[in-house]
């Protein structure tokens, strides 16, 4: 077998219940995505060959890491896989520098001084892993995995131990590495702002099962989705700079304008923006004599829950799905339903600009 | 009181014993601490018990045991090696005495040294291509040292009060075998109440030394600063 991308048939019991999935995927960036328990971590430790299988298979743009009828089993450090722990598992009797170089073992020709300056490591190089903060650490896991010269880079939950602050400054680092290394990666987490940011694909994870599988848009969408998305979830909208001025920066959306903070932007990059879902404010009619900069003209698509409701819009322009949390009375007040035309209405200061690189 | 020629003596025995004895017991205990530590094997908890009986045994019975297998028609005796080990009543086997008894308490804090280091850290060193001589070396090793420094110690310590089986198999003889446990009990037999206390004193010294070290670092070894 050839085919480029991941294959995975696993089995292996946990309790209370067994993992067992099946899928094959060709995405770059997948996510693994479902509610703790799920079996997300097993599944990732039996792709780095960390955990037993019972029974399975797991090939790799067409090698074969492990295959429990032919009896192939490979080594963890021949399977050429960066794979970063939910504990991180750095050297705590060395300094950063010299973790990182750790990577090399494997690697051969890494370009330490590459990763190093995207993952802003530098300045820390000489530092004991013990002096450093977590989000210092989790940049170094991430900079020895990439220095083992991975085929593949494995991430479990790496915002996960980190507070919401935190978590939204380590995000810009993930989205370099993906795009700056252009490694594979398949990304644990039960985040849904992480894998909508990170992933091209998600595979929604339930009691050892996979319960969906598609491009996170859709679903998130799903009716088996949309619950796991969870609260504090974060819309992530993709667009070229538009133009930059002295306080704010415009984003192209399709050909709507986004409003965004300035932040270090320059005109023609490529921007990823997010805006939190309780964040955003619907409109039936275009409002007149307001303060927020960003009026966005978008048809509701589906209308969930019952208390705690959300709604779900794609904007006209653009086609990108955007999550709205409102409450049960606003929906039934304003009558949302899908196909309705409606506004979304989004400060400036929401949004938040997470990268920018040039084309 | 001065410090006589005798009691010179028998500290210059005592921790030339000890030494030897703990020099012999390191590389031994060290190797069944990780063994115990990492690996699974047929017959593990047998290995477990048996490091452990020289802590419960009279330490008379391990010396005549000891005494059994270097006789001349034993199985380390001069008979069977064909040549002779000089072992019984030299400073030899007294140092063989002091490192069989003080090789469990080295073989089991070496093993508390190995479990600390938690072995998830060893795997991620295998994965990233370091050969499993240099995980040891290189990461099992360093994160363990507190606590093997500590084993060491506290083998020397043992070392330093064996009495039960090194007299059964070295003897009690002044200046080659009498080690300061022995010359105490001598002391004691001849009514020299003094040279005892003054030995008993020394014998305090070296071990508040030993294990005041040996607290601070199991301490730091925990984390505890």
Redesign the interface.
């Known amino acids: 077998m050839s085919a480029p991308g991941l294959e995975l048939r696993l089995r292996l019991p946990l309790a209370p219940f067994d993992l067992d999935v099946e899928f094959a995927t060709s995405a770059r960036t997948l996510g693994v995505f479902g509610p703790s328990g799920a079996g997300k971590t097993s599944l990732l430790e039996a792709v780095a060959g960390w955990r037993e299988v019972e029974a399975g298979a797991v090939r790799f743009n067409g090698d074969t890491w492990l295959d429990t009828e032919l009896g192939v089993r490979t080594a963890p450090s021949q399977r050429g896989v960066g794979y970063v722990p939910q504990d991180l598992l750095l050297f705590p009797h060395w300094s950063v520098e010299r973790n990182v170089l750790a990577g090399v073992e494997r690697g051969g020709a890494a370009d330490v001084e590459r990763v190093l300056a995207v993952l802003e490591l530098g300045d820390l190089r000489a530092r004991d892993i013990e002096t450093i903060s977590g989000g210092e650490k989790q940049r170094v896991a991430l900079a020895r995995a990439l220095c083992s010269q991975p085929k593949l880079l494995l991430l479990d939950e790496p915002l996960g131990a980190l507070d919401r602050a935190l978590r939204r400054r380590i995000l810009p680092y993930l989205l370099r590495v993906r795009d700056e290394f252009r490694v594979p990666l398949v990304l644990v987490s039960h985040d849904a702002t992480e894998v909508a940011a990170l992933c091209d694909e998600v595979v929604l994870l339930e009691a050892g099962r996979v319960v969906a599988r598609g491009a996170p848009s859709v679903v998130f969408a799903s009716d088996e989705g949309w619950r796991a998305v969870g609260d504090e979830f974060e819309n992530v909208l993709t667009g070229a700079v538009a133009s930059v001025g002295a306080s704010t920066a415009t984003i192209a959306l399709g050909d709507a304008l986004l409003e965004v903070p300035r932040s270090a932007l320059e005109v023609g990059q490529r921007a990823v923006v997010s805006v939190r879902a309780d964040d955003v404010l619907i409109a039936t009619e275009r409002p007149r004599g307001l303060s927020a900069r960003n009026v966005l003209a978008a048809r509701i698509e589906r209308v969930f829950g019952e208390s705690e409701a959300r709604v779900l819009a794609r904007l006209e322009r653009d086609g990108a799905a955007m999550w709205i949390d409102l409450t049960s009375g606003a929906i039934r007040e304003l009558e949302l339903r899908p196909e309705r035309e409606v506004f979304l209405v989004i400060k400036t200061r929401s949004c938040r600009v997470l990268s920018a690189r040039g084309e | 009181m001065s410090i006589g020629g005798a009691t010179l003596d028998a500290l210059r025995v005592t921790l030339q014993v000890a030494s030897v004895a703990t020099l012999l017991s390191a590389p031994v205990g060290v190797a069944l601490g990780y063994l115990l530590a990492r690996r699974e094997f047929a017959g593990k908890s047998v290995v477990e018990t048996l490091v452990a009986l020289p802590l419960v045994l009279p330490p008379t019975a391990i010396g005549y045991l000891l005494l059994r297998l270097f006789a001349r028609h034993g199985w380390l005796g001069a008979d069977t090696l064909g040549f002779d080990p000089d072992v019984l009543l030299t400073w030899r086997g007294a140092v063989l005495a002091a490192a069989t008894m003080s090789l469990p308490l080295v073989a089991r804090t070496a093993r508390v040294a190995f479990e600390e280091v938690?072995a998830?850290?060893e795997?991620?060193?295998?994965?990233?291509?370091?050969t499993r001589a240099n995980v040891f070396a290189r990461?099992t090793l360093?994160?363990a040292k507190r606590g093997l420094i500590a084993a060491l110690l506290l083998g020397f310590c043992r070392a330093l009060g064996e009495f039960g089986a090194t007299i059964v198999v070295a003897g009690n003889i002044a200046g080659r075998t009498q080690t300061l446990a022995l010359a105490i009990f001598d002391d004691m037999q001849l009514g020299r109440d003094d040279h005892a206390l003054q030995l008993i004193g020394i014998s305090v010294v070296i071990a508040f030394a030993c294990i005041f070290v040996v607290e601070r670092l199991q301490r730091r070894a925990r984390g505890e600063a």
């Open positions: 938690p998830r850290l795997t991620m060193g295998e994965s990233l291509g370091l990461i360093p994160l």
